[in-house]
Every structure is written in C-alpha cells, then in structure tokens.
T-cell receptor
Framework: GQNIDQPTEMTATEGAIVQINCTYQ??????LFWYQQHAGEAPTFLSY????GLEEKGRFSSFLSRSKGYSYLLLKELQMKDSASYLC????????????FGGGTRVLVKP | DGGITQSPKYLFRKEGQNVTLSCEQN?????MYWYRQDPGQGLRLIYY???????QKGDIAEGYSVSREKKESFPLTVTSAQKNPTAFYLC???????????FGPGTRLTVL
C-alpha cells in the first residue's frame, strides 16, 4: 500500500512564505504532483517532480527527495487568493497513470 | 474551448435511487478517472479507464458502476448499494502515457 502524509492545516500572513511538506512511502515511485483546490472547486495542477531537486514556477516551487520520500511545496509572496487546499499526489510505475492523493493541507492566508 | 465538463453541479436524490453523473471531455484524452472527495479529505479513486470499452476498479469501486462507450464520455452511476453516497465527485482525464490529470468542475451529490 501507500502512505502519503501532509499537515492538515497551516496559517500564514499575506506577503510571507509557507512551506507545505509531503512525505510518502511507496514502491515503484514514478512522480509526485501538487494540486491547488479552492473550496468547492476542482483541483488545478501546480507542479510535477519526478527527479530530485527543485522546480520553480513563479511564486510556487516544489522540491523532491526520492531517497527520503519527501517533497515540499513552497509558496512565496503569499496573496489572499492563495488560501486553498494543497494536495500532494504520488504516481507508481506499476499503476499506470493512477494517482494516490494525500489528505490535503488547508492554507489560510491572513492579512 | 477544450476542457472537461461535469453536470449537474449539484444533485439531490432520495435514498435507494440510482443516479448517473456525467463527464465529458473534448481534449482527445484516452484516459479518464472518477474520484470521490469527502469534506476535509483527499481524493479517492473510484474507477478509471485507459481506453474506450475498457475500465478498471479503483480503491473504492463498491456501489459504483461506469461505462466507456465513447472516448469523450465516462459516466458514473452511483447505485443504491453505495452505503454513503453523499460526497463531491470529480472526473479527470489525461493522455494515455504518464501525463498530468486535469479535472472537471465536480458534482456535489446529496442523498436525502
């Protein structure tokens, strides 16, 4: 089976930085995805890591360490609209393109 | 406009009734997926299909059924056998290879 763990909730101030951690235990790792989901809406794709290292996309960055089974999503220069849930999802080689999702981290940005 | 559509956005049904949720995509994607999301939870895979006329059970398939007669369409039926059907249902699609999944807007089903 798979275990994917993320904190349930985080609070941060507008303009600050927040780091959302995701740890996973799985065999045949084949990529990790981060999605953003506003309340009542569909998840939207943020980033994808399959090799170790940092991927940067504007204010958002995602990091992966396969040996540690660890990823984080870094949100910089937080804006009020970044208040949402952030979902970590893992894909396995033997499972086609199926994803297994963590429980999501709800981020609340305060003024 | 290319995308994934789900209808309706909100659906109410009486207990014991079957209900079918629609999912259509015009992205020319081979693979389609159905997920269920409960309040404050992540997504759980119900069924998926990698090609027309073929589909496989996901992690929580009991009480659900699907069909894939056309590439564009992957309807999900929530049967009366599903013990706790009230949830937010999300459909996604991707190309057949290891590609990003893109989600539709979701259908919130409430069983009274």
């Amino acid at each position: 089976g798979q275990n994917i763990d993320q904190p349930t909730e985080m609070t941060a101030t507008e303009g600050a930085i927040v780091q959302i951690n995701c740890t996973y235990q799985t065999s045949g790792f084949n990529g990790l995805f981060w999605y953003q989901q506003h309340a009542g809406e569909a998840p939207t794709f943020l980033s994808y890591n399959v090799l170790d290292g940092l991927e940067e996309k504007g204010r958002f960055s995602s990091f992966l360490s396969r040996s540690k089974g660890y990823s984080y999503l870094l949100l910089k220069e937080l804006q009020m609209k970044d208040s949402a849930s952030y979902l970590c999802a893992v894909r396995r080689v033997a499972a086609g393109n199926k994803l297994t999702f963590g429980g999501g981290t709800r981020v609340l940005v305060k003024p | 406009d290319g995308g994934i559509t789900q209808s309706p956005k909100y659906l109410f049904r009486k207990e014991g009734q079957n209900v079918t949720l629609s999912c259509e995509q015009n992205l020319n994607h081979d693979a389609m997926y159905w997920y269920r999301q409960d309040p404050g939870q992540g997504l759980r895979l119900i069924y998926y299909s990698q090609i027309v006329n073929d589909f496989q059970k996901g992690d929580i398939a009991e009480g659900y059924s699907v069909s894939r007669e056309k590439k564009e369409s992957f309807p999900l039926t929530v049967t009366s056998a599903q013990k706790n059907p009230t949830a937010f249902y999300l459909c996604a699609s991707s190309t057949q290879g290891p590609d990003t999944q893109y989600f539709g807007p979701g259908t919130r089903l409430t069983v009274l």
